[in-house]
C-alpha cells in the first residue's frame, strides 16, 4: 500500500482496545503510512497487534503530548474505562468514540477535560479503505479539533457528518451494522440456488461474486452518470422476462423494504435502548 502523503497523523494514537472494528481501523492507518511507533494499544489480552505498535495491559501514568484516544472497547465497559483514563485527559487530549449506543453527553460528563470529542461510527471495511464512518461532535469541539479527526477518518472511505445526534443510532443502524445484513444477504442468495438445485460450493462462489461485481458497478454507475440502484435493477429485468418475475416477489406488497425498515428499526431500537443503559 502506497502511503498517502498528505496524510496528517496524530502525534501519538492510544488505543482502548483493538478488537474486529478498531484492529480494521488501525490496519488501514498502518497500510497508509501511520508510524507504529506512534501508536499505543491498552488491551487485557496483551495480544501483539502489529509490528512497532506497543501493547499495554494497564493504563500508563501519563499520556505522551499531542496523544489523541480512540475509545474502542465494548460500550458497557465505559464507565471502568473512563475512571481510569479520564485523569490522564487534559483539554487537548482528543477523544474519538465508536461506541455503539454512548451519547456524548455521556462522554462529556465522563471525560469533563476534553474539550475535542466526537462520536466516529466505522464499519468493518474501514480496513481496505472502503468502509463509511459517521461522525457527530458539539459545539464545543474546535473547528481544528473537527479537523484532524476528518484528516484521520479519510483514508477509511467515505466519512460523513450527522448534524443531529438523534439520527445516530439510524446511522449505526445502516452503515454500522449494514455489512452484517448484507452478508446474511449474500448467505440467502447462496443458500436460495442451493435450494433451487445447485451445488452447494458453486452457489457460493457464484452468490457472493454476484454480490462483489454488482456493488462495485452500482458504486461506479452512481459516481459517472449518477444512476441509482433502482435504475440499475430496472436495466437488468427485460421486459416479460425471468428478473422482473423475480423482482415481482421482492416488491410484492413492499415484501423486502418492509423487512429491511424493520430491520434497521430493531437495530436502532437496541442502540436507544443501549443509551439508557439497558
Ligand atoms: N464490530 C463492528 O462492526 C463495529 C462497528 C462499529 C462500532 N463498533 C463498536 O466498536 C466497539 C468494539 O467492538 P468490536 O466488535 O471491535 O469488539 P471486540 O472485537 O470484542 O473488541 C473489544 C476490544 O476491547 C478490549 N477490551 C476488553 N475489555 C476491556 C477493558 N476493560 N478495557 C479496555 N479494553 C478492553 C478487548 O481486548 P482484547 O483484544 O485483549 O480481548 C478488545 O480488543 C464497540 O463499542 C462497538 O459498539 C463495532
Redesign the pocket.
Known amino acids: 500500500m502506497t502511503p498517502i502523503p498528505s496524510m496528517r497523523w496524530p502525534d501519538h494514537l492510544f488505543l482502548?482496545?483493538?478488537?474486529?472494528?478498531?484492529?480494521q481501523m488501525l490496519s488501514r492507518w498502518l497500510d497508509c503510512g501511520l508510524d507504529p511507533a506512534r501508536v499505543t494499544v491498552?488491551?487485557?489480552?496483551?495480544?501483539p497487534v502489529a509490528d512497532g505498535v506497543t501493547v499495554i495491559t494497564d493504563y500508563p501514568s501519563a499520556l505522551p503530548a499531542g496523544t489523541t484516544v480512540l475509545?474502542?472497547?465494548?460500550?458497557y465497559?465505559i464507565a471502568?474505562?473512563a475512571a481510569a483514563l479520564a485523569p490522564l485527559c487534559r483539554a487537548d487530549t482528543p477523544i474519538i468514540s465508536?461506541?455503539?449506543?454512548?451519547t456524548l453527553a455521556d462522554l462529556r460528563a465522563r471525560f469533563p477535560a476534553a474539550r475535542d470529542i466526537v462520536r466516529a461510527?466505522?464499519?468493518?471495511p474501514v480496513g481496505l479503505g472502503e468502509g463509511v464512518t459517521a461522525l457527530f461532535t458539539d459545539a464545543t469541539t474546535g473547528q481544528t479539533g473537527k479537523a484532524d479527526v476528518e484528516a484521520l477518518i479519510q483514508p477509511l472511505g467515505l466519512a460523513e457528518w450527522i448534524a443531529d445526534e438523534s439520527l445516530f443510532n439510524q446511522v449505526?443502524a445502516l452503515s454500522?451494522?449494514g455489512?452484517?445484513f448484507l452478508f446474511r444477504f449474500a448467505d440467502a442468495l447462496a443458500r436460495a440456488g442451493e435450494a433451487i438445485g445447485i451445488p452447494a460450493d458453486q452457489a457460493a462462489r457464484m452468490a457472493l461474486a454476484t454480490v462483489q461485481g454488482s456493488a462495485n458497478m452500482a458504486a461506479r454507475a452512481s459516481a459517472h452518470a449518477g444512476d441509482s440502484p433502482a435504475i440499475l435493477a430496472d436495466r437488468v429485468a427485460s421486459p416479460g422476462g425471468m428478473t422482473r418475475q423475480g423482482l415481482n416477489v421482492l416488491d410484492a406488497d413492499d415484501r423486502l423494504l418492509t423487512l429491511l425498515t424493520d430491520t434497521l428499526a430493531a437495530a436502532r431500537d437496541r442502540g436507544e435502548a443501549m443509551a439508557r443503559g439497558e
Open positions: 482502548i482496545g483493538c478488537g474486529n472494528m478498531a484492529g491498552l488491551r487485557p489480552s496483551g495480544r475509545l474502542g472497547m465494548k460500550p465497559q471502568d474505562v465508536i461506541l455503539a449506543g454512548t461510527m466505522p464499519n468493518l449505526t454500522g451494522c455489512p452484517a
